[in-house]
Nanobody, 120 residues
Framework: QVQLVESGGGLVQAGGSLRLSCAAS??????MGWFRQAPGKEREFVAL????????YYVDSVRGRFAISRDNPKNTMYLQMDSLKPEDTAIYYC???????????????WGQGTEVTVSS
């Protein structure tokens, strides 16, 4: 059974940092990604990483502030978030699939989400 479990969310002041983790079990994937959903908004792509290639891609709004990485032996993906802004406030979801895409329906498995709140 595939399971994705996120952790690391919390409350932080603007300009601060958080590191999210996503532990995967059950199988391996070609691509893993982070999405987020703010209140009243649609779920949006944040970043992705190729599990074997290490290829990364970011949405423009986080490029240079967020860094996605993975630890293959631990089957865990990370999102280091620096210089956080109030507009980064959202529930962050990790996702796994086989297409390095930026659309929600391109991913097969999802975690339960972890909440990030950035105060001004």
């Amino acid at each position: 059974q595939v399971q994705l479990v996120e952790s690391g969310g919390g409350l932080v002041q603007a300009g601060g940092s958080l590191r999210l983790s996503c532990a995967a079990s059950g199988r391996t994937f070609s691509t893993m990604g982070w999405f987020r959903q703010a209140p009243g908004k649609e779920r949006e792509f944040v970043a992705l990483i190729g599990w074997n290639t290490g290829y990364t891609y970011y949405v423009d709004s986080v490029r240079g502030r967020f860094a996605i990485s993975r630890d293959n032996p631990k089957n865990t993906m990370y999102l280091q978030m620096d210089s956080l802004k109030p507009e980064d406030t959202a529930i962050y979801y990790c996702a796994a699939g086989h297409i390095p895409g930026r659309m929600v329906d391109e991913y097969d498995y999802w975690g339960q989400g972890t909440e990030v709140t950035v105060s001004s």
